[in-house]
C-alpha cells in the first residue's frame, strides 16, 4: 500500500514537470516502454526488486536499456536510485500511463479476441466504445485462443464478455440446474 502511494506521488510529480515543460507525449511513451518492459522481462523485474543488486548496476542496467529516453524520464530513474525506491519504476510508470490519460482525457479499452484485431474491426470497437463512454479511446489488444471466439471488452470498470466460451459456460450453467 504505501509502494503504491508512492509510486502515484512520482508519477504526479513527473506528470507536472512534463507538462511544464511540455514533454508529456514523450515521457508517456518512455513510461509505456518501461511498463511493458518490466512486466514482460521478468529479468529486469527481478533485477529491480533484489536488495542484492547495487544501485549503481540497476542504473547501468536501465540506461542500457532505456538510453534514449527523455531527460525528465532519465531524471525519474536518477532520483528513484538516489531515494532507493527503483523497485517502484514499474508501478511509478503505470500510475503515470493512469495520470496522463485522465489529464487527456483518454482511456484505454482492452479488448481480449482468439485472433489478433483486423483495421477494420478495431475501428469499429473504437467507434463502438466512443458512443458508449463519450471519451476518445485506444485500444490494447490481447490475443486468447481459450475464448474460442467473439471477444470480451474492458473499459475501465465496464466488461462485455460475448466470447463463445462464456456463452458455452452460461448453457453449460442452464443444463446442470435444470
Known sequence: MAGSRAAIRYAKAVLSLASDNKVADKVNADMKQIASAIATNSDLNAMLQSPVVRSSDKLSVL??????????????????????????????????????????????????????????????????????????????????????????????????DASIANKLNKLKREFTLN
Do not use: C, W
Open 63 to 160: 540506461k542500457a536499456v532505456f538510453g534514449d529516453a527523455n531527460n525528465a524520464t532519465t531524471n525519474l530513474i536518477n532520483t528513484l536510485i538516489t531515494n532507493k525506491r527503483i523497485a517502484l519504476l514499474g508501478d511509478v510508470a503505470n500510475k503515470y500511463n493512469h495520470l496522463y490519460d485522465a489529464l487527456r482525457d483518454t482511456q484505454v479499452a482492452k479488448v481480449t479476441t482468439a485472433t489478433p484485431l483486423t483495421k477494420d474491426l478495431e475501428k469499429k470497437v473504437l467507434a463502438k466504445v466512443k458512443e458508449l463512454t463519450g471519451k476518445s479511446t485506444e485500444i490494447m489488444n490481447t490475443v486468447d485462443e481459450s475464448i474460442l471466439g467473439g471477444f470480451v471488452l474492458r473499459v475501465g470498470d465496464f466488461q462485455y
